[in-house]
């Protein structure tokens, strides 16, 4: 149903896809989500943690629509510190691994000046193509 699009001659990217094509199915989409849990509350300060709970987030939204990791496209990363993030890339990474597993969708990260919810530290929009 998915497709990697990856040039020829060009180096693999990291931690996601260049592009993705898909086939079939039912298209997901999945508003910002942040760091808090299901009663609106931050358990954790830091970046990595807040990571961890957003995605934990956007993969109950999707189960909603009986879908999963390996479904999701597509990832908009809004941060507001860069090197928060790049600092926190261990346990970010840690945490997508188990979370994720190896589905790399295809990605952006920007850093804006600030989020509606004053102790996020990030918030991520995801998209997913869950199979009819």
């Not at 945490?95 to 530290?121: D, K, T």
Request: hydrophobic share 45%.
């Amino acid at each position: 149903m998915m497709q990697v699009l990856q040039p020829p001659g060009w180096a693999r990217p990291r931690g996601y896809s260049n592009g993705i094509a898909t086939r079939g199915g039912r298209l997901v989409f999945i508003a910002g989500q942040i760091g808090w849990n299901e009663k609106c509350e931050f358990e954790a300060t830091g970046f990595g943690g807040q990571f961890r709970q957003t995605l934990k987030n956007i993969l109950a939204v999707l189960a909603e629509a009986q879908g999963g990791p390996e479904h999701i496209v597509r990832l908009t990363w809004y941060v507001v510190d860069k090197q928060e993030y790049l600092a926190a890339m261990a346990e970010v990474g840690a945490a997508y691994r188990e979370l994720m597993g190896r589905n790399y969708p295809v990605m952006a990260v920007v850093q804006v000046g600030a989020l509606v919810e004053e102790a996020a530290r990030l918030e991520i929009e995801a998209m997913a193509v869950v199979p009819d």
